[in-house]
């Protein structure tokens, strides 16, 4: 065994030899792989070896599609068969709501270039004539669907690493990862100590253990999982080709052929967390005992759906546990906090997910950032708010709703409320409807009096809309109030503050008393965050700087913050709890901000992007004049236990001036006016400046040498292929989501990031890509919701305040 290694991976599961397989793939052969026991050793053997590309996210089911194509390439290179069967799949809709559910996938996915289909009910008789259909509207038809032999696809990947050089170590557990001052970590083995530049902890079932090794808590949990195995069946042997997989979300099941007989599996709801406290080291090749008991009632329905099962006997029943992340998704990544340690676990689907994952992983650790936007399985998606008990409760939601349709306006009961601000009570006395975003409570729209507390989740308008709209209106014709708190809010201090923040950032550092707007860009000139950054100077000169962005992206941000910051002379902290507050907006915002303060709040003495510290009621606050409602607006941030005085002393002033709550359905709606882009739909990874408008922000000139400057002003010289448009939608009663196709002279052209209803304009926003040579004012596109093609216009005027007048007056 070597004693260094520039990568060890931790595990030898699907996961661990696929990202090893990827490291050398892409130029990495001093890589070693250790294995506690044999490959395959975790959850990896009794796989039912499944794979397919539906994924409620995009770039997940895209990372699915490019998985289940590598298998062709792994059997080429090593002449080992990974047992394909290339079947197809369908999913039933047996409910409106499901066909809704499958014709917004299948839009999708044509922008992917997935050719998945929507059959119906005599195409499913036929493709599978074991699967009974009655009450089957129709489903969706995947032809990459399929499955394959578990274990000879992870010695394939093992193979093909070995073959570029990579070193595998089986029967050696690691006992500890230490880490040294320079960053890099010694690995104990039971076969003695590695040297490692880099660590990935593809631990799987031990992922939790592993992590511990290095102080870190990684949030997923195992789930136990069944499936069974028929004898025989005349149904299935019977024929001349395989049957197709089918999977029933009305009966939480997926079907498919093994051998002469059929295995079934379910995602049953009465389902619980394995091994709570821990995965015993000495657990390995042993299945979990049956239990029939949690499945009969799956089981019968199965029966009816397939009535062939009625009469064939069970086989074996395989009872095994695998891990989930609290939203169902991989943890995959630096881990935040930490140098060099990467992590490829809590990956529930790992062989339709595996290749993606090895494969966005290594192009992080070899090229610095991976292809696409991996956002969605990016370990930092979580904080270090989260906790097992909140993963537990969230992993078992997850779990019973595998086969649940997933809405866009969907907010999951579990573990809720978590984090809270003091502002929550206030809201709930209002009748607040709250969502919830990395683990904080948010309150989405106010419910009218006799109106239930609940929206109802849909892919059409919900019972929210009207609700939405009388906030929207208040906010335009009066002045609305709504919390600042989902932000996320970094403050920057020391005297190295403002060059590192200019290095940072591409877009301009403020004056003290200014803000500025600016993207931030990794080297590759791709966007990954959208900032607005506010400049304080106190009375001895010394500026204090707050960088505010996503809230979501707080443990995203902090970790390339950390990892960029000089040895000495600049503090970030992460403020994004302590420093909370209101927005206020509409006309009369500067006329209840005035009653609140003696400072001079006047157009003239505070204009669009100042930023001041004055008292506002009992508090010390700082007042930013900007608002992302587009309209006349402040925010205005105190420390979180003042957040209830400055709520009283707002109510209080705002007597007669119309004063009234708005939640963030209302704001995404406001936005919408002004064709504002958001984090993670316009603004991400998968983006750049020139093709978003953010160009405007970037200081191209500016003396400091920022990340990305060479990549952005090289895209900016050759000019961008495709740009972002917004247009007015002629919708019925379903907005755009995302990810929608847009037609030109009836050929996909591009796609939609969001979009949504103007409740201003009484009109349907869709905003979206499209090649720049296409782009002009007034063109007539089509864009297809729900399975339907809608005609849409292309408009480059606002819908509200086009010339910034109130904005800005
Ligand atoms: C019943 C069942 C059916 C399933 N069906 C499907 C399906 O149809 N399709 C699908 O895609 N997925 C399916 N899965 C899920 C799939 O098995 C997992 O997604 C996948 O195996 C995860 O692989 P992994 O490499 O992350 O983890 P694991 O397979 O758990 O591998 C982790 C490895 O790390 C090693 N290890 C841990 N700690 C150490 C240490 N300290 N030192 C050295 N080595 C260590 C372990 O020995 C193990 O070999 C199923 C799972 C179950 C239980």
Redo the contacts with the bound molecule.
């Keep these: 065994m070597k004693t260094s290694a520039q990568v060890v991976v ?7 030899c696929s990202v090893l397989y990827h490291l050398t793939k892409l130029g990495w052969s001093d890589v070693m792989l ?4 044999e490959l ?5 053997w ?6 397919h590309t539906l994924n409620g996210d995009t770039n997940m089911a895209a990372l699915q599609g490019y998985t289940i194509r590598l298998y062709k390439e792994l059997e080429e290179i090593t002449g080992m068969s990974c047992g394909l069967h290339h079947v197809g799949g369908v999913t039933l809709a047996t409910s409106p709501t499901r066909v809704d559910h499958l014709k917004a996938e299948r839009a999708k996915h044509r922008y992917m270039g997935l050719e998945t289909e929507f059959i119906g009910p005599e195409d499913i008789a036929k493709l599978s004539p074991i699967t009974n259909v009655d009450g089957v509207l129709g489903g969706l038809y995947d032809p990459l669907d399929g499955h394959l032999d578990p274990s000879g696809t992870t010695h394939a990947y093992a193979k093909a690493a070995r073959m570029a050089g990579a070193e595998i170590v089986l029967r ?3 006992r500890e990862t230490l880490q040294r001052p320079d960053g890099t970590w010694d690995v104990v083995t039971e076969q003695g100590t590695i040297h490692a530049e880099h660590l990935v902890n ?5 992922a939790r253990e ?1 992590g511990a090794m290095a102080g870190v808590y990684l949030p997923l949990h195992p789930m136990e ?3 069974l195995v028929t004898e025989e069946t005349p149904e299935v042997y019977e024929r001349d080709s395989e049957l197709p997989h089918v999977m029933d979300p009305e009966g939480e099941s997926y079907l498919r052929q093994e051998g002469r007989g059929i295995c079934i ?1 379910f995602y049953e709801q009465k389902c619980d967390p394995w091994a709570v406290d821990g995965t015993p080291w000495d657990f390995g090749h042993e299945l979990l005992e049956n239990k029939m008991d949690r499945i009969e009632e799956s089981v019968a329905f199965a029966c009816k759906r397939f009535p062939v099962l009625e009469r064939a006997g069970i086989k074996t029943v ?1 009872n ?3 891990t989930f992340a609290p939203d169902g998704n991989p943890l995959v990544g630096p881990v935040p906090g930490l140098r060099n340690y990467w992590s490829a ?1 809590g ?6 997910q595996g290749g993606g994952v090895g494969l966005s992983l290594a192009e992080w650790m070899v090229e610095g950032e991976p292809s696409r936007d991996v956002f969605a399985m990016d370990v930092a998606r979580f904080g270090s708010w989260i906790t097992p008990g909140y993963t537990r409760a969230k992993v078992r939601e997850n779990y019973q709703r595998r086969f649940s349709i997933s809405y866009p306006n969907e907010e999951l009961p579990a573990a809720r409320p978590f984090q809270t601000t003091p502002a929550y009570d206030i809201w709930k006395d209002q009748r607040a409807v709250f969502g919830a975003g990395y683990g904080m409570e948010a309150v989405n729209y106010f419910a009218p009096e006799g109106e239930p507390l609940f929206e109802t989740p849909s892919f059409r308008r919900s019972n929210a809309f009207a609700a939405v709209g009388a906030e929207v209106r208040a906010v335009r014709e009066a002045v609305g109030i709504n919390e600042i708190h989902n932000f996320g809010k970094y403050r920057v201090t020391g005297p190295g503050a403002r060059d590192w923040i200019d290095t940072i950032m591409a877009g301009r550092v403020p004056k003290p008393g200014r803000l500025s707007l600016t993207p931030m860009l990794s080297p590759k000139g791709r966007l990954i965050g959208d900032f607005t950054i506010s400049c304080l100077e106190d009375a001895r000169g010394a500026e204090a700087f707050q960088l505010t962005a996503s809230y979501g992206a707080q443990a995203y941000h902090m970790r390339w913050f950390q990892s960029h910051l000089p040895a000495s002379g600049v503090a970030v902290e992460n403020v994004s709890t302590r420093r909370i507050g209101f927005q206020i907006a509409g006309p009369n915002a500067r006329e209840l901000l005035a009653r609140t303060t003696r400072a001079d709040v006047s157009a003239d003495a505070f204009k669009f992007m100042d930023v001041r510290e004055m008292d506002v009621g009992l508090t010390r606050a700082v007042v930013q004049r900007v608002s992302y409602t587009g309209d006349l607006g402040y925010e205005i941030y105190v420390g979180a236990e003042d957040q209830r005085a400055l709520y009283a002393a707002l109510t209080e002033a705002g007597e007669g001036l119309g004063l009234k709550p708005f939640g963030m359905r209302a704001m995404m709606s406001l936005r919408l006016d002004k064709f504002f882009g958001s984090w993670l739909r316009e603004f991400g990874p998968d983006y750049t400046p020139a093709e978003t408008g953010m160009d405007r922000f970037v200081a191209y000139n500016k003396p400091a040498d920022f990340i990305g400057k060479a990549a952005a002003a090289a895209e900016k010289a050759k000019g961008p292929a495709r740009k972002l448009c917004s247009f007015v939608v002629d919708a019925a009663d379903a907005d755009v989501v995302a990810y929608e196709p847009i037609y030109v002279g009836g050929d996909i052209k591009g796609f939609v990031t969001s979009g949504g209803y103007s409740h201003f304009a009484n009109k349907s926003i869709a905003i979206g890509f499209l090649p720049v040579d296409l782009i002009s004012d007034g063109l007539d596109v089509e864009i297809e919701i729900l399975g339907d093609l809608r005609r849409a216009r292309l408009v480059t005027e606002p819908l509200f305040d086009a010339d910034g007048a109130r904005m800005r007056g």
Excluded: D, K
Aim: aromatic share 10%; net charge neutral; hydrophobic share 40%.
């Design positions: 931790i595990g030898g599961g699907v996961v661990g250790i294995e506690r026991s395959t050793s975790g959850s990896t009794h796989a039912a070896g499944g794979f050696n557990p690691v593809a631990g799987g079932l031990w592993v999982h069944q499936y599996g395989i095994g546990p695998f676990c990956v529930m689907a790992g062989f339709s």
